[in-house]
């Protein structure tokens, strides 16, 4: 099983739909976990931390689920500028490396 | 503030030369990692350091690549003789303590020919 897992997409979603990513960890002993957002030919960026108690940022929520080892991000009223790839990343903490997602390709069609 | 800083933005570079990517991490910041990026395999983590010591060169595809960090400001990824299959964009991104978020510098596109 592969460290961190996600799904390539693409997902071709109408402007103002509701779209929703998932990302599976093999390593239970995951400390922190992030959604990244790239841009074509950019580096990536970070779109938010997810935590144990759920959050939301704007149109934007991220949810962690450590019993079944997944996390996923919910974008509502998609937006043209919502087109990206969004990456999963999971950092065990101390001394051990950070993994990243091969990333999710989003896009919005008007 | 300054973000994460790389060097060069591009590098195109004829098969067996010596190429040497260059980065400054955020000031304060302990962790940095370099990472290599296709569009067959996505980001892999070369190796990263924690506190200028090198701690997990597992990611280093053999030993044609060596990575540095003579200090806290300042970091090389050296590939020589560089490979066509080396042909990647290649990020550096700091982080602050283990745990924190990444941040990415614009990265490096190498072609080797």
């Known amino acids: 099983r592969k460290e961190v897992e996600q799904d390539p997409g693409p997902f071709n979603v109408p402007e103002g739909a509701t779209v929703a990513f998932n990302c599976t960890y093999s390593?239970?002993?995951?400390?922190?976990f992030f959604w990244y957002r790239q841009d074509c030919r950019k580096e990536p960026k970070l779109l938010m931390s997810?935590?144990?108690s759920g959050n939301e940022d704007g149109r934007f929520t991220a949810q962690l689920n450590r019993a079944s080892q997944y996390i996923s991000l919910l974008i509502r009223d998609s937006k043209l500028s919502d087109s990206a790839t969004y990456l999963c990343v999971v950092n065990p903490g101390g001394y051990q490396k950070v993994t990243f997602g091969t990333g999710t390709k989003l896009q919005v069609i008007p | 503030d300054a973000g994460v800083i790389q060097s060069p933005r591009h590098e195109v570079t004829e098969m067996g030369q010596e190429v040497t990517l260059r980065c400054k991490p955020i000031?304060?910041?302990?962790?940095l990692f370099w990472y290599r990026q296709t569009m067959m395999r996505g980001l892999e983590l070369l190796i990263y350091?924690?506190?200028?010591?090198?701690?997990?060169d597992s990611g280093m595809p053999e030993d044609r690549f060596s990575a540095k960090m003579p200090n806290a400001s300042f970091s090389t990824l050296k590939i020589q003789p560089s490979e066509p299959r080396d042909s990647a964009v290649y990020f550096c991104a700091s982080s602050l303590k283990s745990g924190s978020p990444l941040h990415f510098g614009n990265g490096t596109r190498l072609t080797v020919t």
């Open positions: 000031s304060g910041h302990d962790y």
């Open positions: 390593n239970s002993a995951s400390q922190s």
């Open positions: 997810v935590y144990s």
């Open positions: 350091f924690n506190n200028n010591v090198p701690i997990d």
